[in-house]
């Protein structure tokens, strides 16, 4: 028999109150059919290591699966009326949305590609537009376009935000709603054939629970293998560098060049980074900075695409983890086929802050109602990995 006590019992145990396991307290606990108890157990309460406090705040609806963008426009209009959500008595939270747009730039290769993501995204109703050269010279006169053929701009419902302020939203409301958080670590889960029991915690408790959701981030496999489930995540590494440019970049969107790079305005100054290739992409939770790649490959990109970056400096830097999905770089979510009280929350490969708030709405009526109320978000399930039918992203940034 195991020496831990069996403490208490909860209809929801949530592992990981990141900024999706705190959606998911969140929905869960505001939902008036859901009458049960929730813990969400965090193991870094000051969020110092989790993906969501090292994020860039990146919100877009430019992506090329129906559901990706079905979500992230369920995100904006959530972000847009954040205080009615999560506002706690006369306190409301400001998530500093910056509406700005992301701007993805195409050279003749991947115009095709661009043009067919814009016109789904339009389809879906999403408010984007495509920009001719000529557009893209007038709107942002410091932008290098001749190796380009146009790119794509998000007109409203795209920007970024403070990470930090939407996850602590998210927590404050869901404690205030009845979730109770725990500072402690899931050790062990026990499972007796298809069902889970109870987690194990660092601490020495045990606690029952009715539905466990893993929602740890790039520790999701971890979770999983505690039940003998084999999860296609794989942390990996993802710098941010900070830079400081003499000269403003008037109107400057979230740039997604076709290299891969990315940047844009924080504050006076500016972010940037680049997902490397994929054979230098090794599985890692590894989070030293490496200068170099700023000087050698990011200012070289950065200079070339506005002059302005030339006379830029590098001030601050840090690393994070994206939780991948090697399948196919999309979210994993929905109950185990084999573990059915197990919901996933993984997975989501540099886009889960922003899709947050749709899969705290989707998983709260999964573990609700049984099933997707809002939004389908069935293919997107586990099932697909078995079935060999990935659901390919092609916008991942
Ligand atoms: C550099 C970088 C830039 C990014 N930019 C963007 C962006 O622009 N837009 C966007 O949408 N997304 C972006 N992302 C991705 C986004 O940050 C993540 O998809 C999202 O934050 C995932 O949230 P999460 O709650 O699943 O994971 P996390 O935020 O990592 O939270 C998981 C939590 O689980 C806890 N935990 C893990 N194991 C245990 C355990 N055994 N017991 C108890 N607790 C445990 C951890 O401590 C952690 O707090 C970026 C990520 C990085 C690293």
Same mark, same amino acid.
């Given at each position: 028999? =195991?020496?831990?006590?069996?403490?208490?019992?909860?209809?929801?145990?949530?592992?990981?109150?990141?900024?999706?396991?705190?959606?998911?307290?969140?929905?869960?606990? $505001?939902?008036?059919?859901?009458?049960?108890?929730?813990?969400?157990?965090?193991?870094?309460? %000051?969020?110092?290591?989790?993906?969501?406090?090292?994020?860039?705040?990146?919100?877009?609806q430019q992506f090329s699966t129906a559901e990706n963008i079905r979500m992230s426009m369920f995100s904006a209009e959530f972000l847009r009326n954040v205080d009615e959500h999560l506002?706690?008595?006369?306190?409301?939270?400001?998530?500093?949305?910056?509406?700005?747009?992301?701007?993805?730039?195409?050279?003749?290769?991947?115009?095709?590609?661009?043009? !067919?993501?814009?016109?789904?995204?339009?389809?879906?109703?999403?408010?984007?537009?495509?920009?001719?050269?000529?557009?893209?010279?007038?709107?942002?006169?410091?932008?290098?376009?001749?190796?380009?053929?146009?790119?794509?701009?998000?007109? !409203?419902?795209?920007?970024?935000?403070?990470?930090?302020?939407?996850?602590?939203?998210?927590?404050? @409301?869901?404690?205030?709603?009845?979730? @109770?958080?725990?500072?402690?670590?899931?050790?062990?889960?026990?499972?007796?054939?298809?069902?889970?029991?109870?987690?194990?915690? $660092?601490?020495?408790?045990?606690?029952?629970?009715?539905?466990?959701?893993?929602?740890?981030?790039?520790?999701?496999?971890?979770?999983?293998?505690?039940?003998?489930?084999?999860?296609?995540?794989?942390?990996? @590494?993802?710098?941010?560098?900070?830079?400081?440019?003499?000269?403003?970049?008037?109107?400057?969107?979230?740039?997604?060049?076709?290299?891969?790079?990315y940047f844009r305005p924080e504050g006076e100054h500016y972010v940037c980074g680049i997902a490397p290739p994929t054979d230098e992409d090794p599985d890692t939770l590894d989070d030293?900075?490496?200068?170099?790649?700023?000087?050698?490959?990011?200012?070289?990109?950065?200079?070339?695409? $506005?002059?302005?970056?030339? =006379? !830029?400096?590098?001030?601050?830097?840090?690393?994070?983890h994206y939780a991948v999905n090697t399948f196919d770089q999309n979210a994993i979510l929905g109950f185990h086929p084999d573990v059915e009280n197990l919901a996933l929350a993984n997975?989501?490969?540099?886009?889960?802050?922003?899709?947050?708030?749709?899969?705290?709405?989707?998983?709260?009526?999964?573990?609700?109602?049984?099933?997707? %109320?809002?939004?389908?978000?069935?293919?997107?399930?586990?099932?697909?990995?078995?079935?060999? %039918?990935?659901?390919?992203? %092609?916008?991942?940034?």
């Amino acid at each position: 028999m =195991s020496p831990q006590q069996m403490c208490e019992s909860f209809d929801v145990v949530i592992v990981g109150g990141g900024v999706i396991g705190s959606s998911i307290a969140y929905f869960l606990t $505001a939902s008036s059919d859901f009458t049960g108890r929730v813990l969400v157990v965090e193991k870094d309460p %000051r969020y110092v290591a989790c993906s969501t406090t090292l994020s860039v705040g990146g919100i877009r609806q430019q992506f090329s699966t129906a559901e990706n963008i079905r979500m992230s426009m369920f995100s904006a209009e959530f972000l847009r009326n954040v205080d009615e959500h999560l506002g706690v008595d006369d306190h409301g939270v400001d998530v500093s949305f910056v509406e700005a747009g992301y701007l993805f730039l195409a050279t003749e290769k991947g115009w095709s590609t661009l043009q !067919s993501n814009h016109r789904r995204q339009r389809d879906l109703g999403a408010d984007v537009a495509l920009l001719s050269l000529k557009q893209l010279t007038h709107r942002f006169p410091w932008l290098h376009v001749d190796d380009l053929a146009g790119g794509s701009l998000g007109l !409203s419902g795209e920007g970024w935000i403070d990470p930090h302020a939407l996850l602590h939203g998210f927590r404050r @409301k869901a404690e205030q709603l009845g979730a @109770k958080y725990v500072h402690d670590e899931v050790i062990g889960i026990d499972r007796a054939a298809s069902k889970i029991n109870s987690v194990r915690l $660092a601490g020495g408790q045990r606690v029952a629970c009715h539905a466990l959701v893993n929602a740890a981030g790039p520790h999701a496999t971890e979770i999983a293998s505690m039940v003998g489930v084999d999860l296609p995540v794989r942390p990996r @590494k993802r710098q941010v560098f900070v830079i400081a440019c003499r000269e403003p970049l008037p109107h400057c969107p979230m740039v997604i060049d076709p290299t891969g790079l990315y940047f844009r305005p924080e504050g006076e100054h500016y972010v940037c980074g680049i997902a490397p290739p994929t054979d230098e992409d090794p599985d890692t939770l590894d989070d030293t900075v490496d200068t170099d790649l700023f000087e050698q490959r990011l200012w070289p990109m950065l200079a070339h695409r $506005a002059e302005a970056f030339a =006379s !830029s400096r590098c001030i601050n830097a840090w690393a994070g983890h994206y939780a991948v999905n090697t399948f196919d770089q999309n979210a994993i979510l929905g109950f185990h086929p084999d573990v059915e009280n197990l919901a996933l929350a993984n997975g989501f490969s540099g886009h889960g802050l922003q899709q947050s708030p749709a899969v705290g709405r989707a998983i709260s009526e999964l573990i609700t109602f049984g099933e997707y %109320r809002s939004l389908d978000l069935s293919r997107l399930s586990f099932d697909r990995f078995a079935r060999n %039918r990935p659901i390919r992203e %092609r916008n991942v940034v």
